[in-house]
Structure formats: structure tokens, C-alpha cells
């Protein structure tokens, strides 16, 4: 059982993980989506989106893009980090499935503010 997590803004991956609307949880199970639920960002508080996701259970984050500081909170629960993912949330957990979708390492630097993506 694998549940991987997208943040997303009406479905689609948000660019800016801190700043999506929902997160789409996915519950998968060899290779197959089991259910999916829609969860609202309960609010962006640096640090916080991470363990919120972690208490969930979640095993994947899929985002757009992500700031350093939430991908090595991330990085110390043991959640797999795929970022610079773009496209439905399903259709890049789908991809996720089959092995075809892999992280572009990019980490977000294009502040507009400081906090913008959870630095």
C-alpha cells in the first residue's frame, strides 16, 4: 500500500506546493489506484505542510515546485519527493505507478517573497 499525496489546484499539479489549494490523496495498491480523497491546505506555515502530510501517512509528494526546506523535512520522514511534475494530479500518479515519472530535482527558488515556497 503506497500513498502518495499531490498538491494540486483544481486537479492539476500546483506549481508552488505551499500555496495549493488541496492535497489529492491517493491510496494505491500494486500498481492501482484504490481511492482518492481531496484534502484542503489546512494553511502554509513553514514546516508545517510536511508533517501534516507525514501524520497522513503519506509515502510520495508530488508538486510543481517545492522549497529546499520542506523537501528536507520531507527527506527526514522518508517520503519520496517528485518534483517539477506538471499535468492532471491522477494522470502523474498514474505515471508515478509505472515507473514514468521522475522528480527534475529542481528546487524552488523564484521568490517573490521570502517564504513563497517554505524557506
Not at 484534502?39 to 510543481?64: A, C, E, R
Request: proline share 3%; hydrophobic share 35%; with cysteine.
Amino acid at each position: 500500500m503506497l500513498k502518495i499525496a499531490v498538491a494540486s489546484d483544481n486537479g492539476n499539479v500546483s506549481g508552488h506546493f505551499g500555496h495549493c489549494e488541496t492535497f489529492e490523496i491517493f491510496d494505491t495498491d500494486n500498481g492501482k489506484i484504490l481511492k482518492s480523497v481531496s484534502v484542503p491546505n489546512p494553511g502554509h506555515k513553514p514546516g508545517f505542510l510536511p508533517n501534516f502530510l507525514n501524520d497522513m501517512g503519506t509515502n510520495v509528494i508530488i508538486s510543481g515546485g517545492m522549497g529546499g526546506g520542506a523537501v528536507d523535512i520531507f527527506n527526514e520522514h522518508n517520503i519520496e519527493v517528485i518534483v517539477g511534475a506538471v499535468g492532471s494530479a491522477k494522470d502523474m500518479v498514474t505515471a508515478y505507478l509505472r515507473n514514468e515519472l521522475k522528480s527534475t530535482g529542481s528546487v524552488c527558488h523564484e521568490h517573490s517573497h521570502h517564504d513563497e515556497c517554505g524557506e
